[in-house]
């Protein structure tokens, strides 16, 4: 394993969820679609607001009509998945769709009676439904009754047929990988690689459930009883490293190839994971050669260089890119100050660490946050850092981030609601408010909850007012 730190993100927490199963996004959307068993409703997250809306069906209202998505009811989510404009649902014993373009729940199969679609994952009746890559023929795993398919008898690759003669029990979520033809399946004991022209490989851990692929064929996988992710690859077919611990029931995963986010389920959130790359991606990209921008040579005249010195490193970032992104930067550079001179003396930096400074900038140049490490005095000195410079992006994002890390602690989030306000740092404040009023119950409790400013107070009043 080779030990690299991964950094977790909660998209959002609602106390509105209940267990959430299927994960699903568009690749031209930015927002997410999770499937709610204990409700039986879909709901739609966006992905930069992180507003929370029903989408289809209404919580706690089962049944099985359809019609358009408002009035349309559901018996027992437990998978989604999405092709071009179409949001396939597995809904107890059945496949559903929701056509995006008229919002039109309408039929589209069920256990006995497989029609051509896409990917679903589900449970109960069905527990894994899924096409191959040319998205033209169905599989199902059915909990109780091993594999049954509808298919043409061409293009049956030997994968397809040996997967048929298995049977999982208690299957969960299934993919299939391209590039080497192989299925890959989470079950009761733990995920096997189906292949064409070699044996089944199985990793043995229990309750495997659910599971996703990413462009190179990296599986991740969580099982229920350990709480943990695991990526999973090579050849003999293994684990080769552990994701993510300690979380709480993870349910289903999705991988998302755009921003190289792994999503995934947990007890009343939806939870990130950075696995592609050591970047958290942000909205803000002034274009891709920007980043070559910091530390090079070969792209920067002198004229534009500007030399940082922190705790002793120097660091050359692009005159013009700072002016771009930070007004504090362009007036430094562009108001005849000392510094906005050609080969100017490095600009000594202090009252912060090198890893936020230089996370400033690559910032600033590229619009990538680089997590260099999982804490709060890292984060809480990068939040510092763009205050000072004028980096707006940066401090909404690592105010948001600090909440994450705190988690359940509610005795941090409230002591950060005071140094919030001690320093004006409005985007912090506003997430910590955010997180109390999901767990309001058990703030209140607290005596650091008492000892909240009369104005914090009744923010969050009426916070929880307007949210109820």
């Known amino acids: 394993m080779d030990g690299r730190e991964y950094f977790i993100s909660t998209l959002v927490r609602d106390s509105r969820f209940g267990s959430l ?128 398919h509808r298919m043409p008898e061409r293009n049956c690759s030997r994968s397809w047929v040996r997967l048929l003669e298995k049977g999982f029990r208690a299957a969960g979520q299934m993919a299939y990988g391209v590039n080497s033809k192989s299925f890959y399946v989470a079950h009761i004991r733990g995920v096997t690689k189906i292949s064409d022209d070699v044996d089944d490989s199985e990793i043995r851990t229990p309750l495997a459930h659910g599971l996703a692929i990413d462009e190179k064929e990296n599986v991740y996988f969580a099982s229920y009883d350990s709480s943990e992710i695991f990526k999973a690859g090579g050849s003999p077919f293994s684990i080769t490293e552990t994701v993510c611990k300690g979380l709480d029931g993870v349910r289903h995963l999705f991988y998302d190839s755009q921003s190289g986010l792994l999503y995934f389920t947990e007890a009343k959130a939806v939870r990130t994971v950075q696995v592609k790359t050591p970047f958290l991606l942000l909205d803000a990209r002034p274009g891709k050669d920007l980043g070559r921008l910091i530390d090079s040579d070969d792209m920067m005249p002198v004229q534009d260089q500007a030399t940082f010195l922190v705790e002793g490193k120097r660091i050359r970032v692009s005159k013009t890119i700072l002016c771009l992104r930070s007004e504090y930067f362009k007036t430094m550079f562009q108001s005849g100050f000392a510094e906005s001179q050609a080969n100017a ?45 004028l980096v707006q992006d940066l401090k909404l994002h690592c105010s948001k981030m600090l909440v994450d890390v705190a988690g359940d602690n509610l005795e941090t989030v409230l002591d950060y609601v005071c ?22 119950k058990d703030a209140y409790r607290l005596e650091a909850f008492k000892n909240l400013s009369k104005e914090a107070l009744l923010e969050v009043i009426s916070r929880s007012i307007e949210k109820n």
């Not at 009509?65 to 092709?83: D, V, W, Y």
């Not at 900038?361 to 850092?385: A, E, H, P």
């Not at 140094?419 to 997430?431: I, V």
């Open 345 to 389: 003396s490095p600009i000594s930096i202090g009252d912060t660490t090198y890893d936020a400074f230089y996370a400033l900038v690559v910032f600033i140049g590229t619009g990538r946050f680089v997590v260099v490490k999982d804490s709060s005095n890292y984060l809480m000195d990068v939040l510092t850092l763009s205050d000072r410079y």
């Open 21 to 148: 199963q299927g994960i699903a996004k568009f690749e031209n959307e930015d927002a997410i679609y999770v499937a709610d068993q204990t409700n039986a409703c879909i709901w739609r997250i966006d992905i930069e607001s992180t507003e929370i809306a029903c989408y289809a069906g209404e919580p706690g209202c089962r049944g099985c009509e359809f019609g358009p998505k408002e009035s349309a009811r559901f018996e027992s989510i437990a998978g989604l998945a999405t092709h071009e404009s179409r949001l396939y649902v597995a809904d107890y014993n059945k496949i559903k769709k929701i056509d995006t373009t008229d919002g039109v729940v309408s039929y589209e199969g069920s256990l006995s009676d497989l029609v051509e679609g896409f990917a679903v994952m589900c449970a109960a009746g069905l527990t894994a439904v899924m096409a191959t890559a040319s998205s033209t023929y169905w599989l199902c795993i059915s909990f109780s009754r091993g594999c049954s």
């Open 419 to 440: 140094l919030a306000e001690r320093h004006g740092f409005q985007e912090l404040f506003d997430a910590c408010l955010d997180s109390i009023v999901t767990q309001l």
